[in-house]
T-cell receptor, first 115, second 113 residues
């Protein structure tokens, strides 16, 4: 079975630009979450979506937004990119809204470099 | 804010020996814990989880221990292999808070042949 898939794998953008990252969850999973992982640190929670509704938001500015589509895939958008947005962006999926009996499974991420 | 932390940033272990990775958490409301393994260039890979109503859980070559009294979590890897070389993260979740995970900074495990 296919795992969580993310595209693109790598991306280089200039400060001030906008970026859209895409994620397809594991088949049957209805929840998608986004995490930012800065080099040398653990992932930081950005958003959770379940059944196309936002169910949680981390401590990130309004420049970060996301949405979930009827097929449960998701997009993460970041506007007005800053150098500090350079990171690995991870998408994760799970079956339900919570984690009991359904751990979070991660994709391999999109490496975003802002120059 | 409260977050999950780790005691040892790097652990070197001889192939065949057992590894123990420690983690301290500070949020007493956390009721679910997960260990992830992350290899270079890949996303975190689920290893094992444990709920707060358990003290110990075993998987294939791995055991997670939870001590709620001192808010401590550990991952034991038996007969460590070269393929176990990676960064290991513990993460905590509050069940009523959806599936948000709070991660620690990670421990790098280096397996020496």
């Amino acid at each position: 079975d296919a795992g969580v898939t993310q595209s693109p794998t790598h991306l280089i953008k200039t400060r001030g630009q906008q970026v859209t990252l895409r994620c397809s969850p594991i088949s049957g999973h209805k929840s998608v979450s986004w995490y930012q992982q800065v080099l040398g640190q653990g992932p930081q929670f950005i958003f959770q979506y379940y059944e196309k509704e936002e169910r949680g938001r981390g401590n990130f500015p309004d420049r970060f937004s996301a949405r979930q589509f009827p097929n449960y895939s998701s997009e993460l958008n970041v506007n007005a990119l800053l150098l500090g947005d350079s990171a690995l962006y991870l998408c994760a999926s799970s079956q339900g809204q919570g984690l009991y009996n359904s751990p979070l499974h991660f994709g391999n991420g999109t490496r975003l470099t802002v120059t | 804010g409260e977050s999950v932390g780790l005691h040892l940033p790097t652990l070197s272990v001889q192939e065949g020996d057992n590894s123990i990775i420690n983690c301290a958490y500070s949020n007493s409301a956390s009721d679910y814990f997960i260990w992830y393994k992350q290899e270079s260039g890949k996303g975190p890979q689920f290893i094992i989880d444990i709920r707060s109503n358990m003290d110990k859980r075993q998987g294939q070559r791995v055991t997670v221990l939870l001590n709620k009294t001192v808010k401590h979590l550990s991952l034991q890897i038996a007969a460590t292999q070269p393929g176990d070389s990676a960064v290991y993260f513990c993460a905590e979740n509050i069940g009523r808070g959806g599936n948000k995970l709070t991660f620690g900074g990670g421990t790098r495990v280096l397996v020496k042949p």
